[in-house]
């Protein structure tokens, strides 16, 4: 029997017993060496040959990701590993660095349990290691640390044994510091990095070797013969006393939590269900045998098999053939195949039991971020995947040829399901459809892989995304309808910072308000007390909340006022741009007792004028979004890299120095960073390293607003001004 077939059947034996799996997550930085530390895992396990671990960067298959070596989409691999007399089997999902492809993090996030933050040793925590921690902490995540390329410190940076404790504990504690922060409740002490009880490691994964405080107790090698090894050329001796695998996994198996022990606390935090009910206890106690509770994380599109969905098991089992009902959707479908995955491939089990990942062959229509069941409709949905950053650049993509129109229509849409932080939206009148990305990487990746799906696309230059808000107050505003027999009367504010802030890191979350949920979380955040118990709806971080008395007729207009307000937030009166930071009051209300005269005809247009009318006499602006922008750059370079930003409407916010290398931390537009790569290289002649992270929406200078007004209104061929308040409420 081939190794192949026997790992094959010890994944389907171990994967009934959740004591033995472990769901990992491997994040960090760009470059910092997740793909490089995936392959040797992979090669502990048998699955590659160990001399091309590390070069072979066998989970980035796409060929994009092997052009450009990055990690583009999240990949999966099932793979067991014996530690100590146990075998244990280890769902790995390896992870994006990339800013752009933050995404897949935060989706790959919801279906494990434990997550290995790899941290270079010479680059320390950079913006991207702060954000993929702090995804995983916000999902009830545990981490564990491997600071990796610690023989750059020794050969290249050439520091001793106490520099080379201050660098790592400085790591240390900069990661500890947001474990504490954002780490749950009852886990803020017990899930801290301790050099001491093995949950940090050090090593190079280029190298294949590791170590921690458990295996230096086993083997008696210490640190001086680590500095020795480096500096003798001996990593290979290394690589074989202490392989980076054995310490990684054995790491992984000590400290991350396997399902049975993780479902208790996370799926509280992630489904809003009621946990003494039957489903409930199903997934609380990893139960193969209760109602089916999956969370799709990941849709991609297989040439031969079709759609393909990657979900966590939280609760029953998922079998081949079986009818499976979508729980936002409504929608039902009979699935093909099950199995899990070996990177590139899929190895096909008939059955998948809660507690693993599985890979669905045949879920028709399935949706990152959707609950499948075979309870029909009847289960709570989990919460929905919350993403950190939001599309903020847009391009207009048309069909070369006129015939290929329909079948772009259909790539769009595909690329909107295997992607959802893409946005796609499709004029099929015009022909013209816009793709909103996170940057332009992003962006360029979407266009190849449209062109890659066989239709040959033509691209605009990028186009930023704007939102608008208001500045000022307003109202009473009363809002007619057609038919002047129903009339409502709103007043409008900005949202306080203190609320945005929460509803954007999701402390407040958004979606349509059941009586049911605590009053307290709003008033936490700053809202009164009597407003706080009248929220109805939370929608694009704004609120609308109903302060009228016995107005007769309201409740059973409620559904049609809120899809008018939320219209009315996604089409704003400025610019046609999103609208968010509102806090909209309904004061008063006169409506028609009959039915006949306050259906949607009547209500939406009148609850949309009254929004727009009030937005426009509070005073409304644009906002643009920003990035911070960090610049690691020799001393002599400094003043090229400072006037590179300055340039760019940008702020330095903070500069250090350690060495001869300077640090500089700032914050540009999103609309001046087209081309920074190139200029910041010429700049610095090659010698920089920079990274970027969202960093949201800011007010466009008053000196810019009416320009870019314009030149939004003309692209969308709106009039060259935006209406007055009139126009709406007159």
């Avoid at 074989?240 to 049975?260: A, E, F, Q, R």
């Avoid at 290929?404 to 013209?432: A, H, S, Y």
Wanted: aromatic residues 6%; proline residues 5%; hydrophobic residues 40%.
């Amino acid at each position: 029997m081939s190794r192949r077939t026997k790992m094959i059947n010890k994944i389907k034996e171990l994967m009934y017993t959740p004591k033995y799996i472990r769901n990992i997550g491997i994040v960090a930085h760009i470059d910092h060496g997740k793909t490089t530390l995936s392959d040797n895992l992979l090669a502990g396990a048998g699955m590659i040959s160990r001399e091309l671990a590390g070069d072979q960067r066998f989970l980035d298959f796409d060929d994009q990701e092997q052009a450009r070596g990055i990690t583009i989409d999240a990949a999966n691999v099932s793979m067991v590993h014996k530690y100590r007399e146990d075998e244990y089997l280890i769902n790995l999902i390896d992870t994006p660095g990339h800013v752009d492809f933050g995404g897949d993090v935060t989706r790959a996030m919801r279906a494990v349990d434990g997550a290995v933050v790899v941290i270079c040793a010479v680059e320390g925590i950079m913006p991207q290691t702060e954000t993929v921690l702090r995804q995983a902490l916000k999902e009830n995540v545990r981490p564990v640390l491997f600071i990796n390329k610690v023989d750059r410190l020794i050969n290249e940076l050439k520091l001793e044994g106490d520099e080379l404790q201050n660098r790592f504990l400085k790591i240390i504690a900069s990661a500890n510091k947001l474990i504490k922060n954002m780490a749950p409740e009852q886990f803020k002490k017990e899930w801290l990095a301790r050099v001491e009880d093995g949950s940090v490691a050090f090593g190079s994964a280029y190298h294949n070797w590791a170590i921690n405080v458990p295996m230096m107790q086993k083997t008696g090698i210490t640190f001086n013969d680590i500095r020795e090894a480096c500096r003798d050329d001996k990593q290979k001796d290394l690589a074989d006393k202490v392989p980076i695998h054995d310490v990684l996994l054995g790491m992984v198996v000590d400290h991350l939590p396997s399902p049975d022990v993780s479902q208790r606390y996370r799926v509280p935090s992630i489904w809003n269900g009621d946990i003494e009910s039957v489903e409930g206890q199903g997934m609380i106690n990893t139960d193969p045998d209760s109602p089916l509770a999956v969370m799709i994380t990941n849709v991609s599109i297989d040439k031969h098999a079709g759609e393909i969905a990657t979900g966590r098991v939280y609760g029953g089992t998922i079998e081949k053939g079986s009818e499976i009902y979508f729980v936002g959707s409504h929608g039902k479908a009979r699935i093909q195949q099950v199995g899990v995955y070996m990177g590139p491939e899929r190895i096909n089990t008939d059955k998948v039991p809660a507690g693993n990942i599985v890979a669905i062959t045949g879920a028709k229509n399935a949706m990152a971020g959707e609950t499948v069941t075979n309870l029909g409709t009847t289960i709570d949905a989990f919460e929905g995947i919350e993403h950190i950053s939001e599309p903020v650049v847009t391009v207009a993509v048309e069909a070369k040829s006129t015939k290929d129109l329909p079948k772009l229509i259909e790539v769009l849409r595909q690329i909107g399901k295997e992607d959802p932080t893409v946005r796609v939206e499709i004029n099929e009148e015009t022909g013209e459809h816009l793709i909103s990305g996170m940057g332009e990487l992003h962006l360029e990746i979407i266009t190849y892989r449209i062109d890659e799906k066989g239709v040959e696309i033509e691209t605009s230059e990028p186009i930023v995304v704007y939102r608008e808000t208001i500045a000022g107050k307003a109202g009473p505003v009363e809002g007619k309808s057609p038919n002047k027999h129903n009339r409502y009367y709103i007043d409008i504010e900005p949202l306080s910072d203190e609320l945005f802030n929460a509803i954007q890191d999701g402390k407040i979350k958004e979606g349509r308000v059941k009586k049911k949920e605590n009053t307290s979380t709003f008033t936490e955040y700053g809202l009164p007390k009597d407003e706080a118990k009248k929220v109805w709806d939370v929608y694009k971080r704004s609120l609308f909340i109903n302060m009228t008395r016995g107005i007769q007729y309201l409740d059973e207009i409620k559904e049609l006022l809120l899809e008018g307000f939320e219209s009315a937030l996604d089409d704003g009166p400025i610019a046609r741009e999103k609208v968010m930071g509102l806090k909209i009051t309904l004061k008063d209300a006169k409506i028609h007792e009959d039915a006949v005269h306050r259906g949607p005809a009547q209500v939406l247009p009148a609850i949309r004028k009254a929004v727009y009318g009030a937005i426009m006499l509070a005073n409304p602006t644009l906002l643009e979004p920003i990035q911070k922008v960090f610049i690691n750059v020799p001393q002599d370079y400094m003043g090229a890299a400072t006037r590179e930003i300055q340039n760019r409407r940008g702020q330095i916010v903070d500069m250090s120095q350690e060495g001869d290398m300077a640090t500089l931390e700032s914050t540009v537009p999103v609309a001046e960073m087209f081309g920074f790569a190139g200029d910041i290289r010429s700049a610095a002649e090659g010698r920089c390293l920079w990274s970027t992270e969202s960093a949201g929406f800011v007010r466009l200078p008053p000196e810019l607003q009416k320009t870019i007004i314009r030149e939004i209104r003309a692209r969308k061929g709106l009039t060259p001004e935006p209406y007055g308040p009139d126009h709406y409420i007159g």
